[in-house]
């Protein structure tokens, strides 16, 4: 059994179901932002250990401005919302987040804060 990342979408919310309501590339420096990463199993009726991760990286001074990982248990399809927020406004420019699945480089996101 075999377990993967088939989207990430960025947007400033997400509904009940974990989902980005409207997907985004450009925020506000007062924006929350959120990554819902998509995951699924090649074997709906297996459940696989797995951890997944996000580092979140402003690309201009190439600092990281926030890192995370959790354990799931996957199976079948699923969403998993990472988050990232500020009380002060974001600085302008370019971001990035890395989604990993254990500890492997998976998908790559940028979207600029203006």
């Known amino acids: 059994e075999t377990a993967s990342v088939t989207a990430v979408d960025l947007g400033n919310a997400v509904g009940a179901d974990m989902r980005v309501t409207a997907p985004m590339t450009v925020f506000t420096p007062t924006d929350t932002i959120h990554a819902a990463v998509s995951t699924g199993t090649n074997d709906p009726a297996a459940s696989l250990a797995s951890t997944l991760g996000a580092r979140w990286t402003h690309v201009d001074s190439n600092q990281t401005v926030h890192e995370e990982s959790r354990d799931l248990v996957l199976a079948g ?3 998993t919302d990472f988050q990232i927020s500020r009380p ?13 699945l254990d500890g492997a480089l998976v998908q790559t996101r940028e979207f600029e804060v203006k």
Do not use: C, H, L, N
């Open 88 to 100: 002060d406004p974001w600085p302008t420019g370019r971001y990035k987040v890395e989604i990993m």
């Open 77 to 79: 399809d699923g969403v």
